[in-house]
């Protein structure tokens, strides 16, 4: 009897892609393809287009040309032809569902407890009844290590704690990808290893995983790939002991040195 392995799902294939704002080019005819369970670091000087190509994945930022796929699916658009149309926003946010995203800024719901932070989008794409759904965030929450936070408010949070309720949200859903955009700046330095600890951990799951971060030590140890833009364009993309260390192009080399 032959047995077949399951297809692994969240290859993602950014495939030359553009976006300006007011006139700026911000990206610059991009592209990347991302391997179902691979660890993808972004990193570059600031305005260099990390945030907006990630944003790009989920359709957060719309493309001025190129598209991006999630295993072959777009998140914000249908083909005809030759012809990308953009959805209604009910289908993009039902598409949206397969990409989980974590800002630097948190942004939970302050009137909702840490366990209704997480529950809120279970309930609301009615995937799970409330009770389910809150029973599913105390699981989430005891796995970034919060067990005993689940009725509390934000404010009641350390900024560390609050991302960390920020990540189990973007776990609820199940997603095939998770972007992490710079998820560490906005935190004091001793609050930011035990959300690295957690970022770690999903690293190690097999999830999808592309991550901004100015980490580059933790860059160094969690990518499989290390991607550097600059100025909108990819200038390097590979291993991180050869885009840290012995990195091919004077732009990174610049970049490598003035933060290390």
Do not use: C, W
Request: net charge negative; charged share 25%; aromatic share 4%.
């Amino acid at each position: 009897m032959t047995t077949t392995t399951p297809v692994q799902s969240g290859r993602i294939v950014i495939d030359r892609v553009s976006r300006s704002f007011a006139g700026h080019r911000v990206l610059t005819n991009v592209s990347l393809t991302v391997e179902p369970g691979e660890v993808v670091t972004l990193i570059g000087p600031s305005g260099s287009g990390k945030s907006t190509l990630l944003r790009t994945i989920n359709h957060l930022e719309t493309v001025d040309s190129g598209s991006v796929t999630i295993d072959g699916e777009y998140i914000g658009y249908r083909r005809h032809g030759n012809r990308l149309h953009e959805l209604p926003a009910r289908e993009v946010l039902r598409r949206r569902t397969r990409v989980g995203i974590v800002f630097q800024n948190f942004n939970l719901f302050p009137h909702l407890t840490a366990a209704e932070n997480i529950a809120e989008a279970p309930v609301a794409l009615h995937r799970l009844p409330k009770d389910a759904a809150l029973a599913r965030a105390a699981e989430l929450l005891a796995d970034v290590g919060l067990a005993d936070k689940a009725h509390h408010y934000p404010r009641q949070l350390s900024g560390g704690q609050q991302q960390r309720v920020a990540i189990a949200r973007a776990l609820a859903l199940d997603p095939d990808v998770l972007l992490f955009d710079e998820p560490t700046s906005a935190l004091d330095p001793e609050l930011v290893g035990d959300v690295l600890a957690v970022i770690r951990g999903l690293a190690d799951s097999g999830t999808t995983l592309i991550i901004v971060t100015h980490e580059i030590g933790f860059a160094r140890e969690v990518s499989d790939r290390i991607v550097f833009l600059s100025d909108g364009e990819i200038i390097e993309d590979g291993p991180p002991e050869q885009v840290l260390t012995h990195p091919t192009h004077q732009r990174t080399r610049r970049f490598i040195d003035s933060i290390l």
